[in-house]
């Protein structure tokens, strides 16, 4: 496994392994891995040949105020994991060359990111869709393997790489889970074992939301009401929101339609911000 910092040595790279015929798969992370990154790896390493794999905290997509200077690192760690789950590159560029003297250049999704997290992270959303361009034009993937867990993220980059005509094609992985359910996620090293205890709220709202539409409720302001009364049980909970929306164009849905419909939260606990969502 070969560590690359530079974007030129990683871009001439890919660019010979493309020009040989390899296939390229692509996993964008920022660091702090965890097992849902690496099955990221997993679910890429047989469908290509040589499997790149980025750690950048990219400073774009966070807000004001947001945790950017707190965000968990240890790239050993990382390069350790990496190793092992037979990852080839590990692509660690430096802040200051992704975004050089008068960067100014930003991709914008101007549909699918004015809701949900998009409504209270505005700027959030170029700086994925900002940082994912610049990686895949230098790492030049094939396919590039997403979480389920960032389904907005998805959702949006998937319609870039459509709009922009990235020759890409995404995997999406089902989120990774805690045995307490708990989604995997960098940012749960924040919680508390309190805010921890409150946090397992979400899984259990999704799953309360799961058994309604098995028993046949199909209104979506009756399943959210429900989730709504136990998220409240948690005492540091602050709801951010709870949808019920079209899993292709995130439009809110009144009724459940099948294998259409995703239920997406987010809330605050105390001053961490997590997410969830479950196709139902
Ligand atoms: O999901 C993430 O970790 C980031 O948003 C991504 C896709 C690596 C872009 O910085």
Redesign the pocket.
């Known amino acids: 496994m070969q560590i690359i910092r530079s974007i030129d040595e990683m871009q001439k790279i890919s660019l010979g392994l493309k020009q040989e015929g390899k296939k390229i798969g692509f996993v ?3 660091g702090f891995l965890h097992k849902g990154h690496l099955s990221l790896v997993d679910s890429l390493r047989n469908r290509v040949d040589v499997v790149i794999l ?1 750690i ?1 905290v ?1 400073p774009t ?1 966070f807000g004001v105020g947001e945790d950017l200077d707190q965000y968990p690192k240890n790239h050993e760690r990382d390069i350790e994991l990496c190793k092992d789950r037979g990852t080839d590159f590990v692509f660690i560029p430096k802040s200051e060359e992704i975004y050089g003297d008068r960067f100014s250049t930003f991709t914008i999704e101007e549909e699918l990111t004015k809701c949900l997290c998009g409504s209270t992270r505005p700027t959030h959303f170029q700086g ?1 869709t900002t ?2 361009a610049k990686l895949f034009n230098i790492c030049q993937p094939n396919m590039v393997a ?1 979480g389920q867990k ?1 389904f907005q ?1 998805v959702t949006v980059l998937k319609r870039m790489i459509k709009d922009l005509n990235f020759p890409i094609k995404v995997v999406v992985c089902d989120t990774m889970r805690e045995k307490d359910g708990l989604a995997m996620s960098s940012r749960n090293s924040y919680l508390s074992p309190i805010q921890r205890r409150d946090a397992l709220l979400l899984y259990k709202s999704i799953q309360r939301a799961v058994n309604l539409v098995d028993e046949g409720i199909v209104d979506s302001d009756q399943i959210k009401e429900e989730v709504l009364t136990i998220l409240k049980c948690g005492k540091l909970i602050q709801v951010d929101y709870i949808e019920i929306v079209d899993k292709e164009n995130l439009d809110p849905l009144n009724k459940i339609t099948p294998n259409q419909s995703i239920i997406v939260l987010a809330v605050w606990i105390e001053k961490v911000r997590l997410i969830d969502n479950q196709i139902i």
Do not use: E, K, W
């Open positions: 964008p992370t920022m980025s950048f990219n997509q994925v940082i994912c997403l960032d993220q």
